[in-house]
Structure formats: C-alpha cells, structure tokens
C-alpha cells in the first residue's frame, strides 16, 4: 500500500531520547512503530508490524504498528528516530534537514524482526551481523 509517511517527535519519544535512553527497550517500543489508521490497518490485514519500504526501494524496516484514529487513511506516522530515518527521503534541497513530512513509502504486513537502535545501525549502516 503507497501512503505518504509523517514523521515528528512524540512526548515519550523526547523524554527518553533526552535523557539518554536511546539504547533502552521503551525507547524501541515508543520509535519502531507506525502509525496507520484503522481503515488502512484493516486493509492490510490488521498485522502486528509492517514493512516500511522507502519510496526508490532501496531501504526498508520491519516496525510495529499502532491503530488510531490520529491518522488519517493514506498517511502513516513514525515518531522521528533511526528507525524512520531509514525510509525518508535524505536530500535536503540545501536545506540541511531532510524532509520528514510527507515522505511516500510503501507498507505491507510484515515479518521477522524489529530491530532495536543500536542494530539498525550496525546491521543497516555498518554492513554488520
């Protein structure tokens, strides 16, 4: 399914991230997770994570979802951490930030793991095991 991907901070998402929680299981409960609106949710067969796969197909992650109402059918929400920073656009546009709204990405139900921060890194950025 194509929907455009929003990112932002969340309260807890600032609280643990602040206080140097970034490496604690809250905090990959809290970041590697997006958010899909029920009608979207139920499309996709209601599944306990998606795969969220940037828009040139070049990256992906496996997150965990949240049915809500505080989306809106055809957007997605991921509070902004390493895990969304996987699939958002990186050009800038001379800006210095990339753009963490309205990102298109392709979500489908997903398997295997949810990797927590310090794997994404090594095992997306670093090339490791």
Known sequence: MKVLLNTGSTIDEGRLAKGGDKYTEDYRQECAVCWISPCDFATLGSPEKVKVTSQDEKHSIIVFTKCTDAVMDGNVFMPRAIWSN?????????????????????IEAGEGEVLSAEDVVLKLYMGGN
């Open 86 to 106: 996987v699939v958002i656009d990186p050009d800038t546009f001379s800006t210095g930030s990339p753009l963490y709204k309205g990102n298109p990405v392709t």
